[in-house]
Nanobody, 125 residues
Framework: QVQLVESGGGLVQPGGSLRLSCVAS????????IGWFRQAPGKEREFAAA????????SYADSVEGRFTISRDNDKNTVYLQMNSLKPEDTAVYYC??????????????????WGQGTQVTVSS
């Protein structure tokens, strides 16, 4: 059974950091591009970051560029999203998604095949 499980969310003050993890089971993440998306209350799901299956390419939304870093450890079947300098507007449910195999990065949610259930990130003082 293909499954993606996110973890690492929580409550953090503005300016703080969190690291999200996305662990895959039921398939090898080695050949899949992984994306992180987020959805704030009352808003549409939006792209945050993605990393190519090979790890050779990453892409970021303008709103997180320079603050978020996506990385992957294929030995652990895990992708990470390091989030620094968090702002209240980063508050959302964060989802990881898999696209592939051997696909390029994409900012379009409909191009991803598998999705996790999400983890809540709240940035508030």
């Amino acid at each position: 059974q293909v499954q993606l499980v996110e973890s690492g969310g929580g409550l953090v003050q503005p300016g703080g950091s969190l690291r999200l993890s996305c662990v895959a089971s039921g398939f090898s993440m080695d050949y899949y591009t992984i994306g992180w998306f987020r959805q704030a209350p009352g808003k549409e799901r939006e792209f945050a970051a993605a990393i190519k299956w090979s790890g050779s390419s990453t892409s970021y939304a303008d709103s997180v560029e320079g603050r978020f870093t996506i990385s992957r450890d294929n030995d652990k079947n895990t992708v990470y999203l390091q989030m620094n300098s968090l702002k209240p507007e980063d508050t959302a449910v964060y989802y990881c998604a898999a696209r592939g195999p051997y696909s390029s990065t994409s900012q379009y949610a409909h191009e991803y095949d598998y999705w996790g259930q999400g983890t809540q990130v709240t940035v508030s003082s």
